[in-house]
C-alpha cells in the first residue's frame, strides 16, 4: 500500500500555516464537488481525497501525529498485517521511539488507528490490537436517501432518521444544508456507526431526492415560475405579483405590449448556495397572457369597439383623430 502524502492531495507544502491549509482545503472543495462534477466519479474521488486530507492536517493533534508516524511508514510495514499491531506491547515498535531531533513520543495502537481508521490507509498497519484491550475501530459509514420539498432544500430542514446497524436502530438529528440539489450526495461527518473502543463514528451519507413542485422549476441555482397576466395588463403595461419559493409574493412591472412567453429576471430570488442562507441564484418569470374566459356586456362591447383599431401584426394603425382633422 502506498503512503498518502496529504500535503500533495492539498497542494501545500508541509510548512504551510493553518490558514493556508485551510484556504487550499476551501479553493479545491469547491472545484470539486459532487455539485459543481454531477455524475463525475472521478472528481467525487478527488473530493474524499481532499476532504480525508484535510480531516488530518486541520486537526493540529492528527497533524503531528501524521508527521511522525508518516516519515517512517516503511519501518512499520515491515510488522505485517497479520502479526498484530506494531504499536502492540512486546512488539519492537512499542513504547518510546524518537521523532528526530532527540524527542521521544509515546504512541499506542489505538492512537494510530484512531487517526488512519477514517481510510484504508495504514490499516493494514494498525490492524489488530494490543493484549488486555478492545481493539479501537472507525465505525463504518451510512449511505441514506432523503426526500426533500423544493422549499425544505432551499431552505435546510433539521431531520431526525432512523438508521439501522449491527442489528439495532437509533435515531440521529441531522441538519441538511440550505441548497441542496436533487440527486446530490451530502456528507455528515460522525454521523455513520459509532466507533469501537477510542475510534471516532463513520459517517453519513445522505443522497437527497427533490420532489417535483407544482409552480416552480429548478434549474441549478435558479428558479422558473409562470405568470399570468391579464389581457389589458399586457397591452397597457402595469404592476403584477409574481410569487416567491418562500416569503410574501413581489410585484414587477412590465412594459406595454408584452408578449406571452416573455421571461423577466428577477435577481437574487432563486435558491442559495450549498450551505449558504443568502440568495445565489435568479427568479426568472415567464409571462402568460390572461384572455378572460367569460365577458360581461359592458366588456364585450368595449371589447368589440376595438376590433376597427387593431391592424395586422407589425403595421402601425392611422390614427382616427388625425383622419379627422385633416
Known amino acids: 500500500m502506498d503512503f498518502k502524502d496529504y500535503y500533495a492531495a492539498l497542494g501545500v507544502p508541509k510548512s504551510a500555516s493553518p490558514a493556508e491549509i485551510k484556504r ?31 480531516e488530518v492536517l486541520g486537526d493540529p493533534a492528527k497533524r503531528r501525529k501524521y508527521d511522525e508516524l508518516g516519515a517512517n511508514w516503511r519501518m512499520y510495514e515491515q510488522a505485517g498485517p497479520g502479526g498484530g499491531s506494531p504499536f502492540a506491547a512486546g512488539s519492537p515498535f512499542s513504547g518510546q521511539w524518537s ?34 484491550g478492545p481493539v479501537s475501530r472507525r465505525g463504518r459509514d451510512i449511505e441514506q436517501t432523503i426526500t426533500l420539498t423544493l422549499e425544505e432544500a432551499h431552505d435546510g430542514p433539521t431531520r431526525r432518521l432512523r438508521l439501522r446497524t449491527d442489528g439495532r436502530t437509533r435515531r440521529v438529528e441531522v441538519k441538511i444544508p440550505p441548497g441542496v440539489r436533487h440527486g446530490s450526495r451530502v456528507r455528515l461527518v460522525g454521523k455513520g456507526e459509532p466507533g469501537t473502543g477510542s475510534a471516532t463514528a463513520g459517517d453519513l451519507f445522505l443522497r437527497v431526492r427533490q420532489t417535483p413542485h407544482a409552480t416552480f422549476t429548478r434549474r441549478g441555482q435558479d428558479l422558473h415560475v409562470p405568470v399570468a397576466v391579464p389581457v389589458t395588463t399586457a397591452v397597457l403595461g402595469g404592476d403584477v405579483p409574481v410569487p416567491r419559493l ?37 427568479l426568472f418569470a415567464t409571462v402568460s397572457v390572461r384572455v378572460p374566459e367569460q365577458l360581461t356586456a359592458s366588456q364585450r362591447q368595449h371589447y368589440e369597439a376595438l376590433l376597427g383599431l387593431e391592424t395586422e401584426p407589425g403595421v402601425v394603425a392611422p390614427d382616427p383623430d388625425q383622419g379627422a382633422s385633416s
Not at 487550499?24 to 478527488?46: C, F, I, M, Q, W
Not at 531531533?101 to 489505538?110: D, N
Not at 412567453?261 to 430570488?269: A, C, I, N, P, T
Open 99 to 132: 521523532r528526530g531531533g532527540g524527542g521521544v513520543h509515546t504512541i499506542s495502537a489505538e492512537e494510530a488507528e484512531d487517526l488512519f481508521g477514517f481510510s484504508d490507509f495504514f490499516q493494514q498497519f494498525f490492524s489488530g490490537g494490543a493484549p488486555g
Open 24 to 54: 487550499a482545503y476551501r479553493k479545491l472543495a469547491r472545484t470539486h464537488h459532487p455539485d459543481v462534477n454531477s455524475g463525475d466519479l472521478a472528481a467525487e474521488r478527488r473530493f474524499k481525497e481532499i476532504n480525508e486530507a484535510y
Open 246 to 282: 418562500c416569503g410574501t409574493p413581489l410585484s414587477l412591472k412590465i412594459p406595454a405590449a408584452t408578449q406571452s412567453g416573455q421571461v423577466f429576471r428577477l435577481k437574487g430570488y432563486g435558491m442559495p448556495p450549498l450551505g449558504k442562507t443568502r440568495a445565489g441564484g435568479d
